[in-house]
């Protein structure tokens, strides 16, 4: 049973990014209790658990990935917030991240950032430091009631959530400086068809961020599941040296192990997505071996992108490194 709010869940300037589902630019979207209305056709979408609504099908989805990777993270929705209830905690884990420290640092202040399948929304929320405005964005109702619980209980106004589809964004082109995918585009259908719309939410100038499985070191991963249903969880690494809670290792290994889709990819691949879009390669995360990314003072550095040997050699070098804690690497670019 919905529930009627009478705040917006949004701020002003992430409202004015968003249009109606499956609409034009000039759909433009109005708060009102309980729901959204477009200003241009009197359409309303009311809010599901709270949740503001604005999810359409994938048109192309002939197998139903959507709809299958949807079920499996509203059963698991990750990742989980145990230890990280209070907003200090978590921007706590997010300073002590590398990634996510590199990343607030670099997008800067006062920026429009988008997360596309933000999951429970830990990094949305990190990410609305420095009077950053962010928007996240996922399939999965009940990631997203953790996302929403956790915006009122610190009392988050910059932060926001909404459910909408990947392949059918109810935001407005060119509107956001920032836009991140991190873990999420190889769950779909076609990572490449996902990527194409993603991109097309930032801004001339603005940066995308793609994080992805790799093709190489993600064979480690792909082994031990042929075997952890008999020797365990223990044999992931994360789970023996990081997670000290039973629930968090459980949706953790679900997410590894059990996940209905997931598609592998590589640095080149990712460089051939750019070039596509209109993205000027800026740099890789962890960075391509003998460029001057090793070296770069800034995630949004413009770097060399290596050699398909410097690339291979950088990948394979992943097996002994990232390979042990699910092998995601991210891919900066700048929209031209
Ligand atoms: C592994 S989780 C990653 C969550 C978060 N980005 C993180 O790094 O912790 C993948 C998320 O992508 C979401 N997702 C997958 N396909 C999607 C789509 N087509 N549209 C929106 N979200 C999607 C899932 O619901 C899930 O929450």
Redesign the pocket.
């Known amino acids: 049973m919905p529930t009627v709010t009478d705040t917006s869940p949004f701020s002003d300037r992430i409202l004015k990014c968003l249009k109606a589902p499956g609409g034009n630019d000039e759909d433009e979207l109005e708060f009102i209790d309980g729901g959204l209305r477009c200003s241009n056709t009197g359409e309303f979408f009311p809010h599901r658990d709270d949740i503001p609504f604005l999810y359409k099908p994938?048109e192309n989805d002939t197998r139903s990935i959507?709809e299958t990777?949807?079920s499996?993270?509203e059963e698991h929705?990750?990742?989980s917030y145990e230890g990280l209830e209070e907003f200090g905690a978590l921007a706590n884990k997010g300073w002590t991240n590398p990634f996510s420290r590199d990343l607030v640092d670099a997008i800067g202040y006062n920026k429009l950032v988008l997360?596309?399948?933000?999951?429970?929304g830990?990094?949305t929320h990190f990410l609305q430091l420095n009077n950053n405005h962010t928007l996240g964005?996922?399939?999965?109702l009940s990631?997203l009631a953790l996302a929403a619980e956790h915006k009122r209980r610190n009392q988050l106004e910059r932060s926001s959530f909404a459910q909408?589809?990947?392949?059918n964004l109810a935001i407005k082109d060119e509107a956001f400086d920032v836009v991140i995918?991190?873990?999420?585009?190889h769950?779909?259908y076609d990572a490449r068809g996902?990527f194409a719309h993603i991109v097309r939410k930032v801004k001339p100038g603005g940066v995308v961020i793609v994080?992805l499985y790799n093709s190489y070191g993600r064979i480690p991963t792909w082994a031990r599941s042929k075997v952890i249903r008999h020797l365990g969880p223990k044999i992931d690494y994360v789970v023996r040296n990081r997670i000290h809670d039973e629930k968090k290792a459980r949706i953790w290994i679900e997410?590894q192990y059990f996940?209905p889709h997931e598609t592998w990819h590589s640095i080149g691949e990712v460089q051939g997505w750019f070039a596509e879009n209109g993205i000027e390669y800026l740099n890789c995360s962890p960075p391509i071996l003998g460029t001057d990314g090793e070296n770069a003072g800034s995630m949004f550095q413009n770097t060399n992108p290596g050699t398909s040997y410097k690339r291979a050699i950088t990948q394979l070098g992943w097996l002994g490194t990232i390979a042990r804690e699910g092998a995601?690497f991210d891919v900066i670019g700048r929209k031209a």
């Open positions: 994938s959507t990777i949807k499996f993270y929705p990750f990742p997360e596309c399948g933000c999951g429970t830990q990094l964005v996922d399939l999965s990631s909408m589809n990947i392949f995918s991190h873990g999420v585009l769950h779909t996902a994080g997410d996940n995601l």
